[in-house]
């Protein structure tokens, strides 16, 4: 059966919808690290117990990913979104009214629920309705967003608990998320039949799901999207402090760096769904961003770079970690079965929430015994294993595109 032809409106407008949600669930994600050192202020806590806050957001999106897949396929996309924006946004405003610390991780498990929905229902919803030419761009708009969102999330919140404090900032951050819910439930475009429906193959047994998650392509992805996640969290949750530390900055100034770094990966991805839709080595693309990235991390850790520059140095690290986004998201499109690529993409993205729940912890003790240092080293590390995981991804035989 022929796939219906999309128009470019069409699918801008899908594309555009994604987009801004990848950006809420990233906004959401950082919305409670930037106030760390006012909330520890407040109940006294360590930086390695603020790190346990958001292991447990991370650990609760990462169980319930590869089950949000299996929804995905089974309710339809649009469902399944609209429930996790409204789960992201409850748990965020719960933050602002902790009475304790105990209650922090109470509200993370719920935000963490929401937030294990978005990448099996945004890829999911791409792959349904977008023209497969134009998913190179698709997937670079869709990480584009992501990017965006972590990169408002630490000037919101900085620039509103100001105002308001830091409960007051994680109130607006709520709200903002019941906004994009309103949105999101009154478009209709966005609706799909469940995936088994779409296709004519009888649907596949619950052995056939669990020996695809665990064929070596799958397992390899995962594990690409665990360490790179690692990396990652670990440089957004306490790069701003380990910068503080190392380099003897404002926190303003920190805080830009990181806002660079992020914004410079909205940039990288943005060119990498130019390359993505030029090139079939969507592998060694992914290989050179790493590479590039995990460099300049050394640079930032080592103190080497000038405090004017640490802007500009982080800028470069997340443009080229960045520009792995689309070619790392069509290589899974690759591997994914079309009628099961909710649960594909919900077990291999769950890499991203393992690798949240190791990584708070383990940087979060690095700060606190006075090493903020590996917090870049250990970032470099990962990148670097990162890269083998994703070259041999690249050299597992693609699956044809559905007719």
């Given at each position: 059966m022929t796939a219906p032809s999309?128009?470019?409106?069409?699918?801008?407008?899908?594309?555009?919808?994604?987009?801004?949600?990848?950006?809420?669930?990233?906004?959401?994600?950082?919305?409670?690290?930037?106030?760390?050192?006012?909330?520890?202020?407040?109940?006294?806590?360590?930086?390695?117990?603020?790190?346990?806050?958001?292991?447990?957001?991370?650990?609760?999106?990462g169980i319930m990913q590869t089950a949000a897949g299996f929804l995905v396929d089974r309710l339809g996309a649009r469902n399944v979104l609209v429930f996790g924006l409204?789960?992201?946004?409850?748990?965020?405003?719960?933050?602002?009214?902790?009475?304790?610390?105990?209650?922090?991780l109470l509200a993370a498990a719920i935000a963490g629920l929401g937030n294990s929905v978005f990448h099996p229902a945004d890829l999911a919803l791409l792959n349904a309705k977008v023209e497969p030419t134009r998913l190179g761009h698709a997937f670079s708009v869709h990480g584009i967003g992501g990017n965006v969102g972590w990169a408002l999330a630490p000037t919101f919140g900085v620039a509103v608990s100001a105002l308001v404090g830091w409960r007051g900032?994680?109130?607006?951050?709520g709200v903002l998320g019941l906004a994009f819910l309103a949105l999101f439930a009154m478009q209709s475009r966005l609706r799909t039949r469940a995936a088994h429906a779409m296709h004519a193959a009888a649907p596949r047994s619950f052995a056939a799901d669990v020996q695809l998650l665990a064929s070596p392509a799958v397992v390899l992805a995962f594990l690409f999207f665990l360490l790179y996640a690692m990396a990652l969290i670990g440089y957004?949750?306490?790069?701003?402090?380990?910068?503080?530390?190392?380099?003897?900055?404002?926190l303003?100034?920190?805080?830009?760096?990181?806002?660079?770094?992020?914004l410079g990966g909205a940039f990288g991805v943005f060119a990498g769904g130019f390359v993505a839709a030029r090139t079939e080595r969507h592998a060694l693309v992914a290989a050179v961003g790493l590479?590039?990235?995990?460099?300049?991390?050394?640079?930032?850790?080592?103190?080497?770079?000038?405090?004017?520059?640490?802007?500009?140095?982080?800028?470069?690290?997340?443009?080229?970690?960045?520009?792995?986004?689309?070619?790392?998201?069509?290589?899974?499109?690759g591997i994914a079965p079309a009628e099961s690529r909710g649960k594909v993409y919900g077990f291999v993205y769950s890499g991203l929430d393992l690798g949240g729940l190791v990584a708070p912890l383990v940087f979060g003790?690095?700060?606190?015994?006075?090493?903020?240092?590996?917090?870049?080293?250990g970032a470099t590390l990962l990148m670097l294993l990162a890269i083998p995981t994703a070259l041999q991804v690249g050299r597992r035989p693609r699956r044809p595109a559905p007719a």
């Open positions: 999309h128009s470019f409106r069409h699918d801008a407008q899908v594309i555009g919808f994604v987009g801004v949600a990848h950006g809420a669930s990233h906004f959401f994600q950082l919305a409670l690290p930037p106030l760390f050192p006012l909330i520890r202020a407040e109940f006294g806590t360590t930086y390695a117990e603020l790190g346990i806050v958001m292991a447990v957001y991370y650990a609760v999106s409204a789960f992201a946004s409850i748990g965020t405003m719960l933050y602002a009214a902790a009475p304790s610390y105990a209650f922090l900032a994680l109130v607006a951050a957004q949750t306490f790069g701003t402090t380990a910068l503080v530390k190392i380099y003897d900055v404002p303003v100034a920190a805080t830009t760096a990181l806002t660079t770094f992020l590479l590039v990235s995990a460099f300049c991390s050394v640079l930032l850790g080592a103190g080497l770079v000038p405090a004017a520059l640490l802007a500009v140095v982080a800028a470069v690290a997340g443009f080229f970690l960045g520009t792995t986004g689309p070619s790392r998201d069509i290589l899974i499109r003790l690095a700060v606190d015994r006075g090493a903020p240092a590996l917090v870049f080293a």
